[in-house]
């Protein structure tokens, strides 16, 4: 019966050590903030072209004639020999429409 009892308040202290142990780690853990991240946007291919010239041309037109919008020069194909151009929408922040530094 001794046994018995011993092996009771065992079990038992397990129990609310195991328990502290968990609501430690629930305090330490960062609360998650309610607002939702804004998605990162992605890049679209505007296209593609043999030369940089081309692309910075394509690239210039599209800035001039469109505000809010990101676009680079990228180099693709076998050994880096074309030259794609992608645009996205500016990340804005929204709170004073300033650019997100990434």
């Known amino acids: 019966m001794a046994k018995r009892n011993k092996q009771q ?6 129990q609310l050590r195991r328990e502290q142990l968990r609501s430690e780690q629930l305090k330490n853990q960062p ?3 309610e607002q939702k991240k804004p998605k990162s946007k992605f890049w679209k291919r505007i296209g593609l072209f043999d030369t940089y010239e081309a692309a910075f041309a394509v690239k210039a037109k599209l800035l001039s004639s469109t505000e809010g919008l990101d676009v ?3 180099r693709c194909g076998s050994g880096g ?3 794609q151009v992608k645009t996205r929408e500016s990340l804005l922040n929204e709170e004073n429409n300033a650019p997100v530094a990434q």
């Open 31 to 33: 609360q998650k903030s």
């Open 9 to 14: 308040t065992r079990e038992q202290k397990r």
């Open 81 to 83: 020999g074309q030259f």
């Open 72 to 74: 680079k020069i990228g």
